[in-house]
């Protein structure tokens, strides 16, 4: 279960006291925030209890408070928490009427506790809410397996449905019933035949919801998956329950779905199973949950995280085709996948719709195939000939620098600007490595920073055209020399006194200071930036 407003103010270390709401403390809290904003609304995403000492609102005025609690109840906060003894002695009578009208839950907070130890109980009882799920689904996983291993599916269905108390049914692709558990649940599923065909309409994987309590046909809420690799599914599984599958549950399911996919496709349905894998194990790691994500991977690509790695970010250049870019990447991870094999690496490749997320070791066969295959491509766009397919079948790839787990969110983001600047600059594949071990003035040739360029400096050429003075190129010696009086009026031939003079004048013409350091820094770029004009 996770955190409800009930569980902390039963919590004994934290003091809390309802003052608005009592009958709504058994909602769950998704997080703690703290915000002093009159309107934290755009920082909201529904679930939080905010906490707050009323420093910017009017706590007192009974109108402010109504419109303030409605914003926070459309906003789907679940509770507040006022912080007595620091901007109020005792929660204003406005907030609580407010509260109490809008149906919002109010806890009063005691100075002496910090909301720093609400937020660590909430998230600890978060964590421990998680790990409980997590604990409870390798559990339902194994045992799953286990049965699987002993009776096949009709073993793998029957504990599916003690694991989700309720009924569990798998079809083949022409949509027919090809075992159920438990037994009676066969004549339900097979009620279920056009829906199945539905699904298969669909390109795998997909997955629907039918019926629900209170709908006209049917009362359990059933969850249905399509199985296989291919275009078109070989099969599907359907999942009744009485209500929304918890994540326990939920993770029973999505274990059965890789064991039947198994099962029924054996090695496409393997690979299919470690990109589901992947995709969690990436997912943990760009979360922050590097540990998480080793236990996860295990043996599958626990060696690719216990060495420095790349993220590689592929997405298409041109998607005018619909698929075409995405088979593109698909054979990008085909290439990867096919090197790291045979020089016995792990890569780990995450389709995600037409783009592809791959971690692979550093230095290693998959990288170097990855930049051989973009080389090849920058070799027909150079020489002008298409690929087979168009311009929509070419890709773009931003590699980051070489990481570890822990910094891999911000790999990914290496990643996706050197794919950027690919983009940009027309290029197949940009290292983010190289963008950080060149030089910036290349990017000054970007039509916007020209532009701006022209603007702060026209000024000063519109002087110097009436021939009253020579201050672009005295304001370029003088930025050059640092300032440096002296050497920056004998680089002019000019007295430095006269050097002052032409500076004071750019001052007064631009209307800026030159002893601020930001407009030495935009001057002296604007002046790189037209030096080639």
């Not at 109504?66 to 929660?91: H, I, P, Q, S, T």
């Not at 990855?370 to 491509?377: E, G, I, P, V």
């Amino acid at each position: 279960m996770p955190p409800t407003l009930a569980s902390l103010v039963h919590h004994s270390a934290l003091k809390l006291t309802v003052r608005a709401g009592g009958d709504r403390l058994d909602v769950p809290v998704r997080w703690a925030h703290v915000s002093e904003l009159a309107d934290p609304v755009p920082y909201m995403e529904g679930g939080e209890l905010l906490l707050i000492t009323a420093l910017k609102l009017d706590a007192e005025d009974p109108e402010a408070m109504r419109r303030y609690v409605k914003r926070l109840v459309g906003a789907g906060v679940v509770g507040l928490g006022f912080a007595v003894g620091v901007n109020y002695e005792e929660v204003p009578e406005a907030l609580v009427d407010a509260a109490e009208e809008g149906g919002l839950p109010l806890l009063e907070v005691p100075r002496r506790t910090p909301f720093l130890a609400i937020s660590k109980a909430v998230s600890a009882a978060i964590a421990a809410d998680q790990y409980r799920a997590v604990t409870a689904g390798f559990a339902a996983q194994r045992e799953l397996t286990r049965q699987t291993l002993n009776d096949g599916p009709e073993g793998l269905l029957t504990a599916l449905a003690a694991q989700v108390d309720g009924w569990a049914a798998l079809y083949d692709a022409s949509g027919a019933v090809v075992a159920a558990a438990p037994e009676w649940a066969g004549r339900r599923a097979a009620r279920l035949t056009a829906e199945v065909e539905r699904l298969r309409e669909r390109p795998a994987p997909a997955s629907a919801v039918v019926g629900g309590p209170g709908h006209a046909d049917h009362d359990d809420r059933v969850e249905m998956h399509s199985l296989g690799t291919g275009r078109r599914p070989r099969a599907a599984l359907a999942v009744g329950t009485a209500s929304a599958l918890g994540t326990a549950e939920r993770y029973a399911v999505h274990s059965a779905i890789a064991l039947l996919t198994l099962t029924t496709e054996r090695s496409r349905s393997l690979h299919a199973a470690e990109q589901r894998l992947g995709a969690a194990v990436l997912r943990m790691l760009l979360a922050g949950e590097p540990d998480h994500a080793r236990a996860v991977a295990g043996d599958l690509y626990g060696g690719l995280l216990d060495a420095p790695f790349r993220v590689i970010v592929a997405e298409p250049a041109h998607a005018r085709v619909p698929g075409a870019a995405g088979e593109t990447a698909g054979e990008l991870a085909e290439i990867m996948e096919s090197a790291a094999a045979r020089s016995g690496e792990a890569v780990l490749a995450v389709p995600d719709g037409e783009r592809l997320v791959a971690l692979a070791a550093d230095g290693g066969a998959a990288v170097a195939a990855c930049t051989r295959y973009a080389a090849a491509l920058e070799t027909v766009r150079g020489g002008g000939a298409p690929r087979e397919g168009g311009e929509e079948d070419e890709l773009v790839v931003g590699l980051s620098a070489p990481a570890g787990p822990i910094a891999a969110a911000a790999a990914y983001k290496q990643a996706e600007q050197a794919l950027s600047v690919a983009r940009r600059r027309g290029r197949v594949l940009v290292e983010h490595e190289r963008l950080a071990a060149g030089s910036v003035l290349p990017l000054l040739a970007d039509d916007a920073v020209k532009a701006f360029a022209d603007g702060l400096l026209r000024a000063l050429r519109e002087h110097d055209a009436t021939g009253r003075g020579d201050l672009v190129a005295s304001l370029r010696a003088w930025l050059s020399r640092h300032g440096q009086w002296d050497a920056a009026a004998a680089d002019l031939g000019v007295h430095r006194h006269t050097l002052r003079y032409r500076m004071r004048r750019v001052e007064e013409i631009l209307g800026r200071s030159l002893d601020d350091p930001d407009v030495r820094m935009e001057l002296w770029l604007a002046l790189k930036a037209t030096a080639t004009e």
